[in-house]
């Protein structure tokens, strides 16, 4: 059973987030706060946990961590974690200790073979509650051309992938979601432009989690591609979590984009936003909350490092804070880590998706933490060199201060 707790620690020679998870992070400051910020850092320490193994635990062979791990607190006090594929399942029980695998799938993909459908295969990325019974959903939504007969003549997954941001609500407290497709299908956030074949992976991608602004609006961050394969992060924003098509992405000045479905408007190459702070956060989105010891936003990912990235130039666990979730600090490196895109046979094992949980948050999202939350990732598996669906999903823990 998917219980956390001392006797599934693991030994200190498995870990993989690179050397040891050594819990070391530069100093940055943040150029756009009210006071000096001194010294933050954010430390791995202790041993990893598992959280969920697909060995053991998994319902089918596709029931694994395949986006961050987001979790909530339902109506009866229950806390659910979403294990996210293109068949969603998740994990409940009564704390993050003691978390068990349901295996009635709570959204199956609909795999309609129009792009302009924008209901191709999905994943439920990040999830927003007042009560626990009513939960809405981001979803990172995937059109596989190369799934569907002639949409794709190379065949190729990576090559024939067009994405948008797509809205879902579940009104059981989060035993079934049902795609919101009124209002243009339910789009909160799509690629300016139609579906092209083997162009390479485009459109907008991978919300992180849905955090409170101070104007009490919702804001999230999303991952952006457009046609010539300029990447960066979109910040976005809406009073009515409730309508797709109420969200607004930052102009440069202010929130005031709309996004617009481009099979009803006209194609733009354009990107549909405006790209926040690329030298500093490049294309993070895993992990967004609000930390209350830094009295910043907290935003951590897997990055590459950059000019103006603090910390050893390598390819690892990164984290930037911001005052205003569109400026934000140079990214600094926590700790080198393995990914599948740099992952050599024989090798370690690779992580992907982490993601900031803190089991003292007071959100029913888990959208705030505070010096010692858990940092969730998948670990990996490899079967004579090639990716597999054994993928567990660890936590362990940080420690954050300034």
């Not at 998917?2 to 690179?18: D, E, K, S």
């Not at 996210?84 to 073979?113: M, Q, T």
């Not at 690329?278 to 951590?300: C, D, G, I, Q, W």
Request: proline share 8%.
């Amino acid at each position: 059973m998917a219980r956390v707790g001392i006797t599934r620690f693991l030994p200190v020679p498995v870990v993989v987030l690179a050397a040891l998870l050594f819990g070391f992070a530069g100093a940055s400051g943040d150029r756009v706060q009210v006071q000096p910020l001194a010294k933050p850092r954010v430390s791995i320490i202790g041993s990893p946990q598992v959280v969920f193994d697909w060995s053991r635990e998994a319902c089918v062979s596709g029931s694994y961590p395949d986006q961050p791990a987001r979790a909530f607190r339902d109506l009866r006090g229950h806390i659910q974690l979403l294990l996210s594929h293109y068949v969603n399942y998740r994990l409940i029980g009564s704390s993050l200790n003691d978390l068990r695998p349901d295996c009635r799938p709570v959204l199956s993909s609909p795999e309609d073979p129009r792009p302009s459908s924008f209901a191709d295969r999905e994943w439920i990325a990040s999830v927003f509650t007042r009560d626990g019974r009513n939960i809405w959903a981001l979803v990172h939504d995937e059109y596989q051309g190369n799934r569907h007969p002639g949409r794709c003549p190379s065949g190729s997954y990576y090559r024939c992938w067009y994405n948008a941001v797509t809205l879902a609500r579940s009104k059981d407290g989060g035993r079934t979601y049902e795609p919101a497709r009124r209002g243009s299908r339910g789009l909160v956030a799509a690629p300016s432009f139609r579906y092209r074949p083997d162009l390479g992976s485009r459109g907008v991608f991978a919300p992180s989690n849905i955090v409170r602004g101070s104007d009490g609006a919702s804001y999230a961050l999303v991952r952006v591609r457009d046609l010539s394969g300029r990447e960066g992060d979109c910040a976005m924003r809406t009073a009515h979590i409730s309508s797709p098509g109420a969200w607004r992405a930052w102009d440069g000045e202010g929130f005031e984009l709309r996004f617009h479905d481009p099979y009803r408007f006209p194609d733009r190459p354009r990107l549909p936003c405006e790209l926040i702070e690329p030298e500093a956060v490049a294309a993070m989105t895993e992990s967004l909350t609000y930390n209350r010891a830094l009295h910043r936003y907290l935003l951590v990912g897997l990055a590459l490092p950059g000019p103006s990235s603090v910390g050893s130039k390598v390819r690892g666990l990164y984290y930037s804070t911001s005052t205003d979730l569109v400026h934000w600090a140079p990214r600094t490196l926590i700790a080198p880590a393995v990914t599948n895109h740099s992952h050599r046979c024989g090798g370690p094992s690779a992580i992907a998706y982490p993601s900031v949980i803190d089991p003292a948050s007071s959100s029913k999202t888990f959208a705030t933490s505070g010096r010692r939350p858990f940092l969730y990732y998948t670990l990996l598996h490899y079967d004579r060199c090639h990716l597999t669906a054994n993928r567990d999903l660890m936590r362990v823990r940080l420690e954050i201060g300034r």
